[in-house]
């Protein structure tokens, strides 16, 4: 009975041996936990992939979840690398000063939030006003007609008005940027992520949805965006967001427990060079820095 489960206990360490070297050559791969930001997920995981080429000893796992899901890992140390498309907010450092945690911000890119419509409406500019109007507490405008167009197809005329949940960094950000102050108004359909935000507005007529630029599809209709009504707009691009012309451009961020080191440290410095700032322009975004793409 001993001598076989001996032999048991050798075959069992000889097929783990056999597993760690088909797996990693001979050798034990380190783990970098990613997540975060549902902006930054499809990024986060182009990074990933083209950094087993650089390092293929280094494993970066990435999930999203959205930015306040990303920061609270690294208020608890649960991960290596939060990605969020929002600062920090000041209750969250406080939480993880007290818990012996030290984020600290690293900008990886720039983005610019669109404004989609669907393909058939007529709109072609909308105001920081009118967004405010259509998305705010209070907002009067609940109708294309309210803004002077008929969009074919929406029954009734009433806005449908598709936001993020509030665990969203795209979620703070527009309501930081456009609505200030106030909050959204109630009965607004709130995606789980980006590209739900804009499969709904592609489905439906009577849709109006906010989402990163790197989520437009041919299918819909990304909005001219004007500081004051009547005033001149400016389109959505990887060049206005660079430049800030664009009035809802904004920085992404990835958050690491103080200076990172080891191979958190070389995976960012790698993703700031001009190969890592390539696939995120790649990507749709624009880059932190200017880089020759070739």
Not at 105 to 132: C, K, M, R, T
Not at 149 to 166: D, F, K, L, M, T
Not at 253 to 266: A, R, S
């Amino acid at each position: 009975m001993i001598s076989r489960r001996i032999a048991l206990l050798g075959l069992i360490v000889a097929l783990a041996a056999t597993l760690l070297t088909a797996c990693g050559g001979g050798e034990r791969r380190q783990v970098i936990q990613n997540k975060g930001s549902d902006t930054l997920v499809n990024v986060a995981q182009a990074w990933a992939e083209a950094y087993q080429s650089v390092n293929p000893s280094v494993v970066v796992a990435v999930s999203g979840g959205g930015s306040g899901t990303g920061i609270a890992a690294l208020i608890n140390g649960t991960v290596d690398i939060a990605n969020s498309s929002r600062a920090i907010k000041a209750k969250e450092l406080k939480l993880a000063e007290d818990n012996g945690q030290d984020p600290l911000q690293h900008v990886v890119g720039y983005d610019a939030l669109a404004v989609f419509l669907h393909a058939d409406n007529p709109l072609e500019e909308i105001s920081i006003e009118q967004l405010v109007g259509i998305y705010g507490e209070g907002g009067e405008v609940t109708r294309w007609t309210d803004l002077g167009v008929e969009v074919p197809g929406c029954q009734g005329q009433e806005i449908v008005v598709v936001s993020r949940q509030n665990n969203s960094g795209t979620y703070a950000y527009f309501r930081g940027a456009v609505l200030g102050s106030r909050d959204f108004r109630l009965g607004t359909r709130d995606m789980h992520g980006s590209k739900d935000v804009v499969d709904l507005v592609e489905k439906t007529p009577c849709a109006i949805g906010y989402s990163g630029l790197a989520y437009s599809t041919d299918h819909v209709k990304m909005a001219c965006v004007a500081e004051e009504t009547g005033g001149p707009c400016t389109s959505p691009s990887v060049e206005t967001a660079v430049d800030g012309s664009y009035p809802i451009a904004r920085p992404l961020f990835m958050y690491t427990n103080g200076e990172p080191t080891g191979i958190v440290g070389e995976y960012l410095n790698w993703i700031k060079s001009a190969e890592g700032q390539c696939i995120i322009l790649n990507k749709g975004y624009a880059p932190a820095s200017a880089v020759d793409c070739g």
